[in-house]
Structure formats: structure tokens, C-alpha cells
């Protein structure tokens, strides 16, 4: 019963003083929306490199050749040609636990149909390129091994290429010309979107690795290969036994330097995750600082506010009320200030982080954890900054109290 009675009285008193009360939790409103927005910011972030790396294909390393380094500047990664079909076929054949393998090569070309045109990326790939990257049509067939084997002129375009060369009609069955060569569209690749990078995934058309080896780059070699996993507990051993047998096929001496690179795309993600969760902490803990800030607001306000309630805490204390029910009392007020500000900074934080969203097109994953979290801390804020005031409350001598002016 007394607990509803100071609780009462604790309304009262933050009632008759609204715009001071209101002022006070500011800060706690401003704390608490920032913690979930920047939270939010940071899950979205998480949530979109996860799913960007999924879009890339599933358990898959990536073979690169390594960089020139003859008598002048370092050149870039690939920039040497060192990986070939036989690489390809021998990781096909002697690796245990993988599962897929296409070697590909790629280019940007001016793509013609009709009176249309788009400069876009071709890539010679081999049917197993489809499974690898987790690639999906909308509409057509892919092309097949006999395809590649008598290098025919097929090709499989996405959206982004559709939509510039053929606007809404459907494109397959329709003659385009790639460099100077006429080729058949046999399938259309269903929509991935943008990569981590920001690069449309969608923008690129994909015919069979011989025909671009032969008949479009004029090249030999291959320029990647790409590698599918069984499963993801295996990719550290595959990507083992891939560096082994490339130094056993190109003739590369311990401890000199390789001529090709393995980027694993599970190692690749997990640091990723691992520098976005901190980075999401990070902006926590900023956003943090603002409810301290209230914290400290809510303990100078209640200060003053015990000082102008002089004469009425000395009259309380005069009529019975204890050490304890004065204590209590402006806990009570500060821990509301704190709650109150809490729920007002949740459905704000919120309400913000959906407007953003939708707006600039981000992708933001509102976390129930740091609803939780904020609120949680605007709670015990609540309850350590108003401990002072209370005490130097619940300490006034009632005789000098009733005297006060």
C-alpha cells in the first residue's frame, strides 16, 4: 500500500511540473533512440555483407593467379597467367570433398540488339557455374556440356542486360551480338542485386567457357576458377589440398612465392562479421554515453527539485514518514522519468528506423536485444542517479526543513 501511495505521489509531483519533467528525460529519449537506430544501422550492415556473401555461391573458395613481379613495379592480382583447364580438372579430380568446379574468363564487351546497345561483363563459365554461385532463370534453359564442348555462340543473360537491350520482352530465342559475333539468348537469369561492393550482379552475361576462351578473348589460360565445398566444415582442408597440388602442378619451390591466390569466402565473411559486430558495439556504446548524459540530467533536476520541496519533505517527516518512504519516493521519480523516457525513446527509435529505411532504401534489422538493452539501461540510470537526491532528501533534518524559505 505505501509503495502506491509514493508512487502516486511520485506522479503527482512530475505531473505538476511538465515541462521540466519532460525536459529531464530528453536526454534518456535522445539515448535510447540513438541506441536502437545506430544498433539497427549495424544489424542491417551484418545482415546484408551475410547476405550478400550467401549471393555469391555457398561454401565456395575462389582461385586466382597471383601478381607479376619482374625487375620493375608489383602488378595487381591476376595479373599473371598461371591457372589453366588442366588446373581446373585436376581439383576436379583430386580434391576430396568438393563438389563443383568451373574455371571462367570474363570481359566487358558492347552487347547490340537492334537499334540497342549495352556495354556490359561477359564471363565463360561451364554449366557447373550455375550451382557454384547459386544462380537461378527467371525463364530459357542454361547452356549444357555439349555446348561447351562444340563452343557454340549461346548465351544466358541477366535483367539488367534484358531490360537495356530488350525493355519487357522476353529475350529468349532473340539474336544479339557480342564484339562482332551474333549469339542465341537461350535463358534468363533470375534477379540477384547489388554485391557487398555496391557492383550490379545482374549487369553480366554468361556463355560457354570455350567459346569466350576461342572465339571472344582469344586466350588459352583462365582467368578464375571457382570452387564449391561439400560443406563448410571442409573448406579450410579443401583450400589445404588446393594450395598443395598447385604447387606440385606449377612447380612452385618451399617457401617461394605462390603464383596464385585462394580467397575463402567463409573466412572472408566471418571477418566481416566479426568487424561489423564491433563496429555495432561501438556505435552502442557512443549512443550509450547520451543516456549517462540523461543520467546525470535526471540526478542536477531532481537535486533542485529536493531543495524547492524543502518545506514539504520537513512537513512529511514531521507527520511519520520515514528515512526509508523519503528515499524511496525520489527513486520512484527519477526511476520514471526514466521508464517514461524509455518508452517514448523505444517507439521513436523505432518509428526512425523504419522512416530511414523505407526512405533511403537501407537495409535495417531493428534488434529486439537492444530494445531490451536500452531500456534496461535507462532503467538503472533512473535508479543510480536519482540515489543522491533521494538521500540528501531522506537525510534533511525536519526542524531545519519546516524552517527553510
Do not use: C
Amino acid at each position: 500500500m505505501l509503495f502506491t501511495e509514493l508512487l502516486k505521489m511520485a506522479w503527482r509531483s512530475l505531473a505538476a511540473n511538465k515541462l521540466r519533467s519532460f525536459l529531464t528525460m530528453l536526454g534518456v529519449i535522445i539515448g535510447v533512440t540513438s541506441v536502437i537506430a545506430l544498433v539497427s544501422m549495424g544489424m542491417g550492415m551484418k545482415k546484408q555483407i551475410s547476405d550478400a556473401f550467401s549471393s555469391l555461391g555457398s561454401n565456395m573458395l575462389t582461385i586466382m593467379p597471383g601478381s607479376s613481379n619482374r625487375g620493375g613495379p608489383r602488378g595487381a592480382a591476376g595479373s599473371i597467367t598461371t591457372l589453366t583447364l588442366d588446373d581446373a580438372e585436376a581439383i576436379r579430380t583430386k580434391i576430396k570433398n568438393v563438389a563443383h568446379v568451373s574455371p571462367t574468363v570474363s570481359g566487358s564487351y558492347q552487347v547490340v540488339y537492334g537499334h540497342e546497345n549495352w556495354n556490359t561483363s561477359v564471363s565463360g563459365v561451364v554449366p557447373e557455374y550455375l550451382t557454384i554461385q547459386s544462380l537461378e532463370l527467371t525463364s530459357g534453359l542454361f547452356f549444357n556440356e555439349h555446348d561447351v564442348d562444340v563452343r557454340n555462340r549461346v548465351a544466358v543473360i541477366g535483367t539488367t542486360v534484358a531490360t537495356n537491350l530488350f525493355g519487357t520482352v522476353n529475350p529468349v530465342g532473340k539474336k544479339i551480338r557480342v564484339g562482332n559475333a551474333p549469339y542465341t539468348v537461350i535463358g534468363l537469369l533470375k534477379t540477384k542485386g547489388s554485391s557487398t561492393g555496391g557492383q550490379d550482379q545482374d549487369d553480366t552475361i554468361l556463355i560457354p567457357l570455350t567459346t569466350a576462351q576461342e572465339r571472344l578473348v582469344g586466350i588459352t589460360h583462365v582467368q578464375r576458377i571457382s570452387v564449391q565445398v561439400a560443406s563448410a566444415d571442409k573448406m579450410d582442408e579443401v583450400q589445404r589440398d588446393i594450395e598443395k597440388l598447385l604447387h606440385q602442378r606449377h612447380k612452385i619451390r618451399e617457401g617461394a612465392e605462390d603464383d596464385f591466390n585462394v580467397r575463402n569466402m567463409a573466412s572472408m565473411l566471418e571477418e566481416m562479421n566479426t568487424t561489423t559486430t564491433r563496429m555495432t558495439i561501438f556505435l552502442g556504446a557512443i549512443a550509450g554515453i547520451s543516456l549517462i548524459v540523461g543520467g546525470v540530467g535526471i540526478m542536477n533536476i531532481t537535486l533542485a527539485s529536493v531543495t524547492e520541496r524543502t518545506r514539504e519533505i520537513g512537513t512529511r517527516k514531521a507527520i511519520g514518514a520515514t528515512y526509508n518512504s523519503i528515499m524511496l519516493q525520489f527513486i520512484i521519480e527519477s526511476t520514471l522519468i526514466s521508464v517514461i523516457g524509455g518508452i517514448i525513446g523505444i517507439i521513436i527509435g523505432v518509428a526512425i528506423t523504419q522512416a530511414i529505411s523505407k526512405i533511403f532504401g537501407t537495409n535495417m534489422v531493428i534488434s529486439g536485444l537492444s530494445i531490451v538493452v536500452s531500456f534496461g539501461f535507462s532503467l538503472f540510470v533512473g535508479v543510480f542517479f536519482g540515489i543522491l537526491p533521494a538521500r540528501k532528501a531522506a537525510r534533511l533534518d525536519p526542524i531545519d526543513a519546516l524552517r527553510y524559505e
